[in-house]
T-cell receptor
Framework: GENVEQHPSTLSVQEGDSAVIKCTYS??????FPWYKQELGKRPQLIID?????GEKKDQRIAVTLNKTAKHFSLHITETQPEDSAVYFC????????????FGSGTRLSIRP | DAMVIQNPRYQVTQFGKPVTLSCSQT?????MYWYQQKSSQAPKLLFH???????NEADTPDNFQSRRPNTSFCFLDIRSPGLGDAAMYLC?????????????????FGPGTRLTVL
């Protein structure tokens, strides 16, 4: 069945440095790739998403890149801050009335002061 | 203002005693989802409603049922909770603006209901 692999499972970076989280998906028909941030004890919240007709999208310190040929997409956070500490989930889905969403297993990001 | 509201925030039930969790939304979104999330894991989709159409995931146990009486409200019924059903239950909504299907636009999550089974 469809699968999304996410790496690394934990990531610790120095405040101010960049963080990169990578995901690989198996369903070549996937069109939509959201990233959700979940702080401890809180709800997941969308931080950025990308669709298959775009290779890169940026929103301030956050960017996502998509390589459809290789079937992988990555989250880039620059100039990390303590409030970036959270669990990040990638996901993939396709445009279909029978669409499924497949989540990655999550990355726990810690920002060291 | 809260957009996706879940009640209660914490629910304690006894093994085998039915429980109902509720979700309401003020976003007028046509899709509503129920997820189960256990500690340190990704949310696991149980089912979703696309308008009035109910869509069950293949691996969702029969013990879990859902109702959506109107656009704004959706309920999760657990008929006979087991110890393994203790988890955070998240409701989410989205609007399928471009008729692409469910899961193809931003999902707005509620704060969750933490279920404890004694």
């Amino acid at each position: 069945g469809e699968n999304v692999e996410q790496h690394p499972s934990t990531l610790s970076v120095q405040e101010g440095d960049s963080a990169v989280i990578k995901c690989t998906y198996s369903d070549s028909a996937s069109n939509y790739f959201p990233w959700y941030k979940q702080e401890l004890g809180k709800r997941p919240q969308l931080i950025i998403d990308i669709r298959s007709n775009v290779g890169e999208k940026k929103d301030q310190r956050i960017a996502v890149t998509l390589n459809k040929t290789a079937k992988h997409f990555s989250l880039h956070i620059t100039e990390t801050q303590p409030e970036d500490s959270a669990v990040y989930f990638c996901a993939a889905s396709r445009y279909s009335s029978a669409s499924k969403i497949i989540f990655g297993s999550g990355t726990r990001l810690s920002i060291r002061p | 203002d809260a957009m996706v509201i879940q009640n209660p925030r914490y629910q304690v039930t006894q093994f085998g005693k039915p429980v109902t969790l509720s979700c309401s939304q003020t976003l007028n979104h046509n899709v509503m989802y129920w997820y189960q999330q256990k500690s340190s894991q990704a949310p696991k989709l149980l089912f979703h409603y696309y308008d009035k159409d109910f869509n069950n995931e293949a691996d969702t146990p029969d013990n879990f049922q859902s109702r959506r009486p109107n656009t704004s409200f959706c309920f999760l019924d657990i008929r006979s909770p087991g110890l393994g059903d203790a988890a955070m239950y998240l409701c989410a909504t989205s609007r399928d603006r471009a008729n692409r299907g469910p899961h193809t636009d931003t999902q707005y999550f509620g704060p969750g209901t933490r279920l404890t089974v004694l």
